[in-house]
């Protein structure tokens, strides 16, 4: 298989060695991190691809979303040799230098949100832009980006985290959305959403205190679930969020 993960941060770099154990596989990993991550020990079929280039604006910035001219391109590179069986967005933001999850509508602030929503929806949905056509058509491809349950409409119980819950929601309406243009031109493609449980990252790192213990996955663990899940998927899946252990989030 064909498979590009895009991103490679914990979850990221965990799906690229989880895809990589078998050699038969094709692994491209792209990410803004120039030289960062080579495959671990499956080297030979790992691709890392820098997706920074000098035209994107705010390159040297921790907010740098890559733009639509450079997922485009990175895009076409891949596709060059061939189809694609699965791609798999493993990017997203929590937290960054002076953004943190509101706790209280007291701490929106137009510059958090927009960024956060910029980083958690619409990159996603740029990379789904170019990407999606790229899917193979003869046999169940997959597109599906790492969503999280916190934003489920449904399932917010606890309030708080607004830009983070709210860019979720976002991502899983636009993928939702793809879904149904991309099975017109391709019955065989299916998009969707994973939900890896609470995984240790730089992303979760400030807020593991709180996580029950035992609750806390590695990311290798998350990777490995989250895989027998996407190999899992049938016709019906098509649209909906998936959590690690094959349960369907609700929207
Ligand atoms: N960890 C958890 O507990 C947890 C729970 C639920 C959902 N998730 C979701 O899982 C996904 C992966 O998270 P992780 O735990 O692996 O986090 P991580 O280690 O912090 O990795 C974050 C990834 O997001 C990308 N990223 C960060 N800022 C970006 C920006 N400004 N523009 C473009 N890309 C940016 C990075 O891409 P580069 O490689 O290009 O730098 C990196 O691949 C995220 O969507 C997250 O919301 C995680």
């Known amino acids: 298989m064909r498979i590009v993960v895009i991103g490679a941060g914990a979850i990221g770099r965990a799906l690229v060695s989880v895809y990589a154990k078998d050699p038969s596989n094709s692994v491209y990993n792209l990410t803004r991190r120039e030289g960062q991550f080579v495959g671990g020990e499956h080297q030979n079929n790992v691709h890392a691809m820098c997706i920074k280039d000098v035209a994107d604006k705010l390159g040297e910035s921790t907010l740098f979303v ?129 939900h890896p449980g609470t995984v240790d990252s730089d992303l979760s790192q400030p807020f593991q205190s709180r996580v029950p213990k035992g609750k806390l996955f590695s990311a290798e663990f998350a990777a490995q679930q989250l895989q027998s899940v996407v190999e899992s998927l049938g016709p019906e899946a098509n649209g909906r969020v998936f959590a690690w252990d094959g349960r369907v989030v609700p929207y």
Do not use: C, Q
Not at 164 to 177: G, I, V, W
């Open 66 to 194: 890559p733009s639509d001219e450079s997922v485009r391109r990175l895009a076409s590179e891949v596709a060059a040799s061939g189809p694609l069986d699965r791609v798999i967005v493993a990017t997203g933001m929590l937290h960054s230098n002076g953004i943190t999850p509101e706790k209280s509508l007291k701490a929106l602030s137009y510059e958090s949100l927009s960024t956060v929503f910029m980083v958690n929806a619409f990159y996603p949905a740029m990379v789904a832009k170019h990407f999606i056509p790229l899917l193979a058509k003869h046999e169940t491809s997959v597109f599906a980006a790492l969503s999280a349950r916190v934003g489920s409409i449904e399932d917010n119980h606890l309030g708080g985290w607004y830009a983070y819950r709210a860019s979720k929601a976002a991502l899983n309406m636009l993928l939702k959305t793809a879904s149904i243009e991309a099975r017109r031109a391709n019955p065989n493609a299916l998009v969707v959403g994973l």
